[in-house]
């Protein structure tokens, strides 16, 4: 079975910062990896992915994020946040070859600060 | 196109009431799942389903029924609503039916129940 642990449950940072927000996985099979984005009072939706090829994955809104193999980790980072980047961000992971199931981290809450 | 669509927005229940959540989307996705919100626990697999006729079972699917007969629609079913599944639900889809899918997950904008 998977698993996925997101080390912050908050953080808060100022306007312009840079931001690193921490996952771990565990899988015994090779996984993908996604980050997904979710705005006060809506749904989630796709950051990015890594799926193979390239470490380094750049997604929307210049978040990007590297795979780790070794460290079985897939942090998420933005050089510089912005107000509109508040938002809670989950990390997911599928089985390569396995079932469709994401299994999901708790979450970690992002507040950018003026 | 619409994406994936929940209704209601907002349900408040009586312990003991039955209700059904509505989920429909218009992708042509074959995947569909339930996920559950709670505050630090992040989001649970509740039921999913891989084509019209076919469901299985999540991380936490007690006291839920799901139902699949059209692509489209992937309705949710409390039987006996408790005060446990006070919660967020969320719908999603995908095109992804074979093992290992890579597909993005689109999620639908979530319905926000209180069971009292």
Excluded at chain 1, 32 to 60: A, D, E, M, R
Excluded at chain 1, 65 to 94: G, M, W
Aim: hydrophobic share 35%; with cysteine.
């Amino acid at each position: 079975a998977q698993s996925v642990t997101q080390l912050d449950s908050q953080v808060p940072v100022f306007e312009e910062a840079p931001v690193e927000l921490r996952c771990n996985y565990s899988s015994s099979v090779s996984v993908y990896l996604f980050w997904y984005v979710q705005y006060p009072n809506q749904g989630l939706q796709l950051l990015l992915k890594y799926l193979s090829g390239s470490t380094l994955v750049k997604g929307i809104n210049g978040f990007e994020a590297e795979f780790n193999k070794s460290q079985t980790s897939f942090h998420l980072r933005k050089p510089s946040v912005h107000i509109s980047d508040t938002a809670e961000y989950f990390c997911a992971v599928i089985p390569q070859g396995g079932s469709e199931k994401l299994v999901f981290g708790k979450g970690t809450k992002l507040t950018v600060n003026p | 196109n619409a994406g994936v669509t929940q209704t209601p927005k907002f349900q408040v229940l009586k312990t003991g009431q039955s209700m059904t959540l509505q989920c429909a989307q218009d992708m042509n996705h074959e995947y569909m799942s339930w996920y559950r919100q709670d505050p630090g626990m992040g989001l649970r697999l509740i039921h999913y389903s891989v084509g019209a006729g076919i469901t299985d079972q999540g991380e936490v699917p007690n006291g839920y029924n799901v139902s699949r007969s059209t692509t489209e629609d992937f309705p949710l079913r409390l039987l006996s609503a408790a005060p446990s599944q006070t919660s967020v639900y969320f719908c999603a889809s995908s095109y992804g039916v074979a093992s290992g899918s890579t597909d993005t997950q689109y999620f639908g904008p979530g319905t926000r129940l209180t069971v009292l």
